[in-house]
């Protein structure tokens, strides 16, 4: 009883803190583009925040965790719609569902990470999609691809059960892959079928800088994600497990610290100038790198691990740029490419370390990837060719704000007058 | 003995998310209001938490928690001035206090709840009056009034033993009556003495919106408040009870996720078009709606709570309007009307639903709504013929951030040069 | 088993309330700085929370707790670099290290404090010193004064058992001396060799003021960091123990309720505003003063602690402009000055009142200073001689942020046109 508490309250905690990610997830993006578009980036996150949890509570948490039934071979499963405790004889919850926390904990908890996927591709379809496009994305993206992917590993499907040689099956400990990679595809598709913002590539095709409007709260929102991290890695061991809680915590931090050093040495090598933006994006590669074995790793790993997801971020954002997509916050450099990164290294790093386990892992990339590149492809291809995904060229010079919400961002702001 | 520290630590978490609603609020009242009474508003807010907590300790956690003496029939107690510890034998802290939390932890926490009402009356004053009337105010509601109400229900007096047929008294789980519309009420009274903002409606009593000056910061303002509430609602089960508490978790957000989707439906109807203040109002009236029953609701029923108080947001907010009574943050709908709707809803939904219940939820609604309205006019109404509550018509004009602050929010902000 | 799980929970929350402090200082410093400078802070604020992580793992954490030699006399030690987590024979993490927590909470929550003192320093400089020198200055002062000093105390070292008559030691709960004064002398020292920001101070010797750019960013950084604080000294009881984290949450937020309070009456007494910015600082003061004796005081010690604190900042902050040091964010009356009132009154107020606690108490403010301001001062006197310490004057009148970084920190904030 007293473990199940302890369990629980940390839990609970993290919980708030994996909520706490959607401010840092919002700051981020609007700190990173244009004034213009802020409040339908806020709309948006408020949106994909509030309709992931109902979607989560009617059908994605048993999509997620279904049981699956004998013939599905652990791809698919519905447990039915809303949510069902289980309750003792006398009609109170039934504590014994698990040690780590209680029913209403691993909803909610599950629920905060599902709307994280939609919110990855808010950033990198910004200042262009349409926002009625961008919501019925969410709704089946979030509603119905996220779980049914986090089924086949978290749900115990088929990936959980991979085994090439001696490697026990597919590790994804808390969402490099099966939250991160799941948005980051969706996103790279999305980016893909969008286009660029209008003035992103010159006509001879080089990119062009298009500066964000708030800095400061860009800053401020990779400390929040930070922040939030500890919640989402910490939370991820499913107990309060004093050993492999606080390891998690210090994996999680080492390797964001070097992710950030890393992305600072090498841009101002090769930009020759300290550059905040590729800082604070190193610092959330390493988080997204460490995340698929935070629990896996020694302090060193975590270093490493972190340190070659800051370079592969200023790597990777000068190849989206030079395969002209347009991803305005950097999301599938961070994302996708440290989402992969960071999985294949539980099979380079740490106490799974192996061939076999590095092909496993591989294995779930590429299962998790086509599903995701096929499904989103599908889903936003057919809203192309029927509602549109694109505002207009008008409503993109003017910005989204005045023709989608008739608001301003900061409608009373004045230069001081002295 | 680990029973009373887990339940410590939860308890200490939660009254960290309450202190941290302060800067959500803050944020809120800001964005929403013009950049030339910033300081202003921020100066309110600081005062508030600290003279807020100064006076919980010296007199207000006493008079709401006072151990009623016998001819006081619940009604006014006092148990004296200061903070007084029960002691063991040995003179340290005596924790057979109470099994949830140490007698430090329970005045910490109570005291961070006092300070709310008084934020909620500054929301909707904020941009007319004058500092020196509103920091009185503050001292008498939030260190008297506040606490004499909570005493009634809280504090063991008549409202928590009041029935009418089966229903077994008055139920407010955490606040929507004895903590938000105790800040409603007066907000509402302040509203009327004080009068509506130069412009605020035109010469045929048309309302002309006022538009804020930065809404990523009251974006920011409400998840910061839906994060607070984890602590506001979570804390109210009084231990880390776990069945409790993450029921209670998972009844706010979902509530809160309702409250704005609905809000958003509503106001895009009505309005024809995605009004984001609209959907954020919403999150904090399904917040609100919840608080009284959060911990006896299924997930349904939070959800329709919730999705009540978001509609109730919308028409709300327009009736403030009609009745020409300017509120610029939306304070009164949000605390007051969602505060009455989810008292009320504690017997319509849920473990204690019932017609006699219903009942008494009203007779607690007009107990302390006729407190407040009398005490709350009483104080404003001699403050208004006394010093005065109101500035000048120029210092309105002109802002209140340099007349009482000579100072501007954002002195060195300047456009970019390129 | 469960009394570490509950500990170590507890240690970790606290953990991320510390991390979460280096936002509060950045929105602190960005806000009471000018615009064309932020880029330039949040790089030094973001580099110091990496690289302050990187270097405690590498060597800082076993310089803090060397396990001290015999004849070393408590002054230094060194227990070898990178992190050396206990096993058991089976090789799993060794729970028995602690009670309170693991080897992992251990490092990550003295990891977090350890960055904090180049944060303070940071603050001091801005808008003048160059990055490199900064850099450079961070690695050495949080890489290996910082953890030395630690040692002497938190380490076993010889402040830790120096005695004056009955007085058992040098007393310093949470850090007034060890993080915010080791801060606080190296600002000093860096102000003086920096010299003052062009135009701080006029031909005839009288300061100017130079308003920051973002006071809203500012009062929500000191809200953050008094969220922090919850941490910063709740986490000094190094276990969950109910009475003496719940206490220490008690005094620590009464003290800064009444610096805030007193500092604001005042100022308004002294210069005839309502000043927000000494408010704030007040609040820090109050803060920073009753973290050596947070959990040995009562109620009404923490209030009066905290109310001489914030006293002493208005006068501390005039005295350092009259001393013609130029303190852009006032960290010096802040973590110095308050600093060394804190250690003092652990002498004077609380548990361990009394004249011989108070002279030991003096001994460590003086050995810690005197160490401080020797060390600083070579690595800062050597830097001027070397690398140089101060950006050129063109750049300073231009701003850090377009000469070292290439960017603006709002580049494209717009006024709204209509």
Same mark, same amino acid.
């Given at each position: +009883?007293?473990?199940?508490?302890?369990?629980?309250?940390?839990?609970?905690?993290?919980? !708030?803190?994996?909520?706490?990610?959607?401010?840092?997830?919002?700051?981020?993006?609007?700190?990173?583009?244009?004034?213009?578009?802020?409040?339908?980036?806020? *709309?948006k996150?408020?949106f994909i925040?509030?309709v992931g949890?109902?979607l989560?509570?009617?059908?994605?948490?048993?999509?997620?965790?279904?049981?699956?039934?004998?013939? /599905? $071979?652990? *791809?698919?499963?519905?447990?039915? #719609?809303? %949510?069902?405790?289980?309750?003792? $004889?006398?009609?109170?919850?039934?504590?014994?569902?698990?040690?780590?926390?209680?029913?209403?904990?691993?909803?909610?908890?599950?629920? +905060?990470?599902?709307a994280?996927a939609a919110?990855?591709v808010s950033?990198?379809?910004?200042?262009?999609?349409? %926002?009625?496009?961008f919501m019925i994305f969410t709704i089946i993206y979030v509603g119905?691809?996220?779980?049914?992917?986090?089924?086949?590993?978290?749900?115990? =499907?088929?990936?959980?059960? *991979?085994?090439?040689?001696?490697?026990?099956?597919?590790?994804?400990?808390? =969402?490099?892959?099966?939250?991160? &990679?799941?948005?980051?595809?969706?996103?790279?598709?999305?980016?893909?079928?969008?286009? &660029?913002?209008?003035?992103? #590539?010159? &006509?001879?095709?080089?990119?062009?800088?298009?500066?964000?409007?708030?800095?400061?709260? @860009? !800053?401020?929102?990779?400390?929040?994600?930070?922040?939030?991290?500890?919640?989402?890695?910490?939370?991820?061991?499913?107990?309060?497990?004093?050993?492999?809680?606080?390891?998690?915590?210090?994996?999680?931090?080492? /390797?964001?610290? @070097?992710?950030?050093?890393? /992305? *600072?040495?090498?841009?101002?090598?090769?930009?020759?100038?300290?550059?905040?933006?590729?800082?604070?994006?190193?610092?959330?590669?390493?988080?997204?790198?460490?995340? $698929?074995?935070?629990?896996?790793?020694?302090?060193?790993? !975590?270093?490493?691990?972190?340190?070659?997801?800051?370079?592969?971020?200023?790597?990777?954002?000068?190849?989206?740029?030079?395969?002209?997509?347009?991803?305005?916050?950097?999301?599938?450099?961070?994302?996708?490419?440290?989402?992969?990164?960071?999985?294949? !290294?539980?099979?380079? #790093?740490?106490?799974?370390? =192996?061939?076999?386990? #590095?092909?496993?892992?591989?294995?779930?990339?590429?299962?998790?990837?086509?599903?995701?590149?096929?499904?989103?492809?599908?889903?936003?291809?057919?809203?192309?060719?029927?509602?549109?995904?694109?505002?207009?060229?008008?409503?993109?010079?003017?910005?989204?704000?005045?023709?989608?919400?008739? +608001?301003?961002?900061?409608?009373?702001?004045?230069?001081?007058?002295?």
């Amino acid at each position: +009883m007293e473990m199940l508490t302890i369990n629980n309250v940390w839990m609970m905690v993290c919980t !708030a803190l994996v909520f706490f990610m959607h401010l840092g997830f919002s700051f981020l993006e609007i700190g990173l583009t244009r004034q213009k578009n802020t409040i339908n980036i806020l *709309f948006k996150n408020v949106f994909i925040i509030c309709v992931g949890l109902l979607l989560y509570c009617l059908v994605g948490f048993n999509l997620m965790y279904p049981g699956f039934e004998e013939g /599905a $071979a652990g *791809f698919f499963g519905f447990a039915g #719609f809303g %949510l069902d405790s289980p309750l003792t $004889a006398e009609g109170g919850l039934d504590l014994a569902y698990n040690e780590g926390y209680t029913y209403w904990t691993d909803f909610l908890f599950q629920g +905060m990470f599902a709307a994280t996927a939609a919110t990855i591709v808010s950033g990198a379809v910004a200042e262009r999609i349409k %926002l009625s496009a961008f919501m019925i994305f969410t709704i089946i993206y979030v509603g119905v691809i996220y779980p049914i992917v986090g089924s086949w590993q978290w749900g115990g =499907g088929f990936l959980s059960t *991979f085994q090439i040689g001696d490697a026990e099956g597919f590790y994804d400990f808390a =969402g490099s892959t099966l939250v991160h &990679s799941v948005g980051g595809w969706a996103a790279l598709i999305a980016v893909y079928l969008l286009g &660029s913002r209008i003035g992103k #590539f010159s &006509s001879d095709g080089k990119p062009q800088a298009i500066p964000g409007h708030n800095i400061p709260l @860009a !800053a401020a929102g990779v400390l929040i994600l930070w922040l939030g991290w500890f919640g989402f890695n910490g939370g991820s061991v499913l107990s309060a497990d004093a050993a492999g809680t606080s390891l998690t915590l210090v994996t999680t931090s080492l /390797a964001a610290a @070097a992710g950030g050093v890393v /992305a *600072f040495l090498v841009s101002t090598l090769m930009y020759k100038n300290y550059d905040l933006t590729m800082f604070l994006n190193g610092i959330l590669g390493g988080l997204v790198g460490i995340t $698929a074995g935070a629990d896996q790793m020694s302090p060193t790993d !975590a270093v490493l691990i972190g340190a070659i997801a800051g370079a592969v971020i200023v790597f990777g954002v000068a190849l989206i740029d030079k395969l002209k997509l347009d991803d305005p916050v950097g999301a599938i450099a961070v994302h996708l490419i440290c989402g992969i990164w960071g999985t294949l !290294a539980v099979g380079i #790093f740490g106490a799974k370390a =192996g061939f076999d386990q #590095f092909l496993v892992q591989g294995v779930g990339v590429l299962a998790v990837g086509g599903f995701c590149l096929i499904t989103a492809f599908i889903i936003i291809f057919v809203l192309k060719k029927t509602v549109g995904i694109r505002v207009s060229e008008k409503e993109e010079i003017d910005g989204l704000d005045g023709h989608e919400h008739g +608001m301003d961002a900061y409608p009373d702001f004045r230069l001081n007058q002295h």
